[in-house]
């Protein structure tokens, strides 16, 4: 196992970067325009991701990033492979079970190691669980059709790098945001799936000593 994933493992029990990381990634309104719900209510559906770390040929992390279909929620946007629990499953349960229905991965074949920050999702009243799982090996994905458009891999560094990231103005729900995404795609990585994503990126710079 990789260094990192070793320490990841550990420092997954401590206290984590949480919010700071995670709105670091947020879109924010330019002028009246509404800031992002950050309390899930009472009736928001509890849901998890899953981010599978594995080593490339090069033996640098990877992780595994979707295109979801185009007539489904998010569609068209780049996700992690996730979605609703089931009643009575639990968030790493659902998380395995996701990414086996939406590219295919074994869950036998993953090793947990801890749990990211909830994220509350407003526009699917969402609480979304990031589950954090290792691969010792390359997953061979098989996406599903009737929810990923593509299934893609993208290095942990090239994450990290700032000439991956860009802010532009974009116009979101009659509203003028700043956007934060990494230009890794043909369709930009940002919102939620960005949000959750910094924060692990925080533990990888304080790991690494980068900035």
Do not use: C
Request: overall charge negative; glycine content about 6%; hydrophobic content about 35%.
């Amino acid at each position: 196992m990789q260094p990192f994933i070793e320490h990841l493992s550990k420092r997954l029990e401590k206290p984590l970067p949480g919010l700071n990381a995670q709105l670091r990634m947020a879109p924010t309104p330019l002028s009246d325009g509404p800031n992002r719900e950050l309390e899930p209510p009472p009736n928001a559906k509890k849901s998890s991701v899953l981010i599978l770390l594995f080593p490339n040929e090069d033996e640098r992390l990877e992780l595994i990033l979707t295109l979801r279909s185009r007539d489904i929620d998010h569609g068209g946007q780049i996700s992690l492979p996730g979605g609703r629990s089931d009643e009575n499953e639990s968030y790493v349960e659902t998380a395995l079970r996701e990414a086996n229905e939406e590219v295919g991965i074994n869950p036998e074949s993953v090793e947990i190691l801890g749990v990211l920050s909830d994220l509350y999702v407003s526009h699917s009243n969402n609480l979304v669980k990031p589950v954090v799982g290792y691969m010792g090996s390359i997953p061979e994905l098989t996406p599903n059709p009737a929810e990923v458009e593509e299934a893609f891999t993208v290095e942990v560094k090239s994450l990290a790098a700032k000439k991956n990231l860009t802010v532009e103005n974009w116009d979101l729900k009659k509203y003028s945001y700043e956007v934060p995404y990494w230009d890794i795609h043909e369709v930009p990585l940002w919102g939620a799936t960005a949000m959750i994503l910094n924060e692990l990126l925080d533990l990888y710079r304080e790991y690494t000593g980068e900035e």
